[in-house]
């Protein structure tokens, strides 16, 4: 049975009224409760909301769970408004303050199933009864997991109300089987992969419900597949169901919106053996089935794996799609387990939001931030200001004409990265130790985190197993690089210009001095495996990390790195003046940390040789490096296995991560005069994979400037 193509086309039908059930709900029950604290009255309004939220259960689901049941078109507007700001008044934390982008505990809580996990709540009832903040929090956990298994069982009344909607009689057999498996799996611990699979998404639909972004779904293959293993033996289920199932959970993301659900597949196990089992390969061909942006797969690839994984990878993100992202396990492992995670949780890591490693269930929310170092260059060239953003600010590191070698540049540069890290350290610390986090406390989300629930403790205030970390995303390696090779080359090495002549040139953009930006422009670039550049990549990595490690977060986690940018590389580039590579003021600054596009003019190979050179062992948050190619690199059998083996080469050299877009150039640029023609074209943008035609003109174009690669050399 394939319900997906008919469940595609059910959730394409836009609801209809107002998104406000949830709100209305959580303010009524919020109204019968002035009197308690924020935490105890946070709990009833979730419990409130679970048993009363209108589940819906289309006529082809296999998944239940669907934001339709938000909609309506009853509803008092006066109370909507008053619903609004009374929600509003006991305020909100953010993605700054640890507020979303988790991967639950799926396996711990699949195993114990509601019942047991209530058990483990009521045990820890007993032991902290003495306790009253604990006691407290511990009923809080205690009211909503009640609640939630209400809202499973209200799923399973839904879809017996939906197969008495159809005539069809294959239909209403397979609504009441799905009846019968949510019933269960509300108090018992699921026993077949359907059961597993709703309550996870069931799970997943409250924290959207919650305000919670870019929730994880973690190792799916791994926490699921003692259920699918359980089914296929049995014979009551087969692989094509359980691709069919699995897309009938993830098509309903893009009924969500442009929420990112990370997914993870691949990898080692936490005991170090394969990890690739037959639920890799269903999960791989269930988003290729949905063909949509927001399940952003990410595999983990490892030595010794098949070699028929990567390949079906690649495959997969030859249709256009542009995942699953590639990461290695190679370096992410050693990155995580030098923090003081345990080795068998380094190994069980996933993703969170887009490439940000995360040790699932054991540790608060993630968050990070973007750290735009080409304008601390800029800094150094204008003693702590910027050519074109009057609002930065850095540190007067002295008069160009005082600096006589690249050592010296080198040192005044340094000092400069070293302040704003310090400046963005202080900012993101004091903006959350302000914070009086047990009135934002996260009952719900703490019951997927290890130790919460035997502690008494959120998972925001010591409940977690690890602190929180935090990841500063240093944007612009391959400026940075090529900008410190043009000045070596230029200024130091040929005497072309002296440096105060080279910031002359940079603050009037270049402009009336083009011999000059031709002399920049044709000095060794970050990309084509050339010593003298690449030496930079290598510092650039090294010191980040020397700078950030000696600070801590709130509650005493570390400062990772990321060599990454989202789409900030526009926004970074917007407010950059002109830098010694020759790029000109306004420019995206380097995407992530990928070479500068049109730069890396050697081929991938030379690329790949240049990416691993850097030690990303230091970059424990994870990198984004984009890569494009033509069509038939990915579908053409034999280019596809020369690119596996660079992959491959790449990977045990040293590279962290990779990402591919094989949309052809000319594609693009029709999609962008005529993009009425191209609803469902779907690019990787970097991180996440995006529709082309909903992008902003900007980053299109950045896309569209990537260096395309029709062959290996």
């Known amino acids: 049975m394939r319900n997906l193509p008919e469940l595609k086309k059910l959730i394409n039908i836009p609801p209809e009224g107002e998104p406000c059930v949830s709100d209305l709900i959580r303010f009524r029950s919020y109204r019968q409760n002035f009197d308690k604290s924020p935490l105890t009255a946070g709990a009833l309004a979730q419990r409130a909301w679970f048993e009363n939220f209108p589940a819906y259960v289309y006529e082809y689901d296999r998944i239940a769970g669907s934001k339709r049941g938000n909609y309506t078109t009853e509803y008092d507007e006066r109370e909507l408004k008053k619903a609004r700001s009374i929600l509003g008044s006991y305020g909100n934390i953010g993605f700054w303050n640890n507020s979303d982008h988790f991967a639950p505990g799926y396996d711990r809580f699949l195993n114990e199933g509601v019942s047991g996990t209530m058990a483990r709540i009521e045990e820890s009832l007993l032991v ?66 359907r059961q597993a699979l709703n309550l996870v998404w069931l799970i997943h639909l409250a924290f959207v419900y919650q305000g919670k972004y870019a929730m994880a779904l973690g190792r799916i293959d791994q926490y699921l597949y003692p259920f699918y293993r359980h089914d296929i033996d049995a014979g009551t289920l087969t692989v094509e169901d359980a691709e069919d199932m699995l897309g009938c959970a993830f098509i309903k993301i893009r009924e969500l919106g442009d929420d990112i659900v990370n997914i993870c597949i691949g990898g080692i196990t936490p005991e170090g053996d394969e990890g690739i089992n037959e639920l890799s390969y269903a999960v791989l061909h269930a988003v290729r089935d949905c063909c949509v942006p927001g399940p952003n797969l990410s595999a983990r690839l490892h030595e010794g794996m098949p070699d028929k994984f990567l390949d079906e990878c690649l495959q997969v993100i030859g249709t256009g799609l542009g995942y699953p992202a590639l990461m290695n396990d190679r370096v992410n492992i050693p990155a995580l387990h030098r923090h003081g995670y345990s080795l068998e949780d380094a190994r069980n890591y996933c993703f969170v939001g887009c490439i940000e490693n995360f040790i699932p269930g054991k540790q608060p929310a993630w968050s990070d931030g973007r750290f735009n170092v080409p304008h601390f260059l800029e800094g150094v060239f204008y003693r702590g200001v910027s050519a074109v953003d009057q609002d930065y600010l850095g540190l007067d590191t002295g008069a160009l004409e005082n600096i006589t070698s690249m050592k010296e540049f080198m040192d005044a540069f340094e000092k400069q990265i070293a302040y704003s890290a310090g400046e963005y350290v202080t900012i993101f610390n004091n903006s959350n130790s302000q914070l009086n986090y047990m009135r934002f406390a996260q009952p719900f989300m703490s019951i997927f985190c290890d130790d919460c629930i035997a502690k008494g403790m959120d998972i925001n205030c010591g409940g977690a197993r690890y602190p929180s ?35 002359d040139a940079m603050a009037v953009n270049y402009k009336g001095y083009e011999k000059l930006r031709a002399k920049l422009l044709n000095a060794p670039k970050y990309g084509n495996n050339e010593e003298f550049v690449d030496k930079y990549a290598v510092w650039y990595v090294e010191y980040l990390d020397k700078v950030f490690s000696k600070y801590r977060t709130r509650d005493g986690g570390v400062f990772y790195t990321a060599i990454a940018s989202n789409t900030a590389s526009v926004w970074a580039g917007h407010v950059t003046g002109a830098t010694p590579d020759g790029r000109l003021a306004g420019v995206p600054v380097s995407d992530a940390a990928s070479p500068t596009y049109g730069m890396d003019k050697n081929g991938p190979t030379s690329a790949f040789l240049s990416l691993c050179k850097p030690d990303y062992r230091l970059v424990s948050c994870g990198t984004v490096v984009n890569q494009k190619y033509t069509p038939d690199m990915l579908q053409d059998p034999v280019k596809r296995a020369a690119l596996t083996a ?60 990537r260096t395309e690669h029709a062959d290996i050399h």
């Open 128 to 193: 902290h009864r003495n306790e009253p903040d604990k006691a407290e929090y511990l009923t809080a956990q205690k009211e909503v997991l009640t609640g939630f298994s209400v809202y499973v069982r209200n799923y399973a009344k839904a879809a017996l109300e939906a197969a008495a909607r159809t005539d069809d009689s294959e239909r209403r057999a397979e609504l009441a089987a799905l009846a019968a498996d949510l019933d269960l799996a509300a108090w018992k611990p699921p026993v077949t992969f």
């Open 469 to 503: 970390v935090h990841g500063a995303c240093g944007m612009g390696i391959a400026t940075i690089a090529d900008s410190l090779a043009a000045i070596e080359k230029v200024v130091f090495v040929d005497k072309e210009c002296t440096l105060t002549e080279l910031r």
């Open 646 to 705: 660079a992959i491959m080469v790449y990977f045990s050299k040293g590279g962290q991560e990779v990402q591919i877009n094989c949309v052809s150039r000319d594609i693009l640029i029709d999609a962008m005069d005529h993009p009425e023609n191209y609803a469902d074209l779907v690019v990787r943008v970097s991180g996440f994979s995006a529709y082309y035609i909903q992008l902003s003109r900007d980053v299109q174009e950045d896309i569209l400037h």
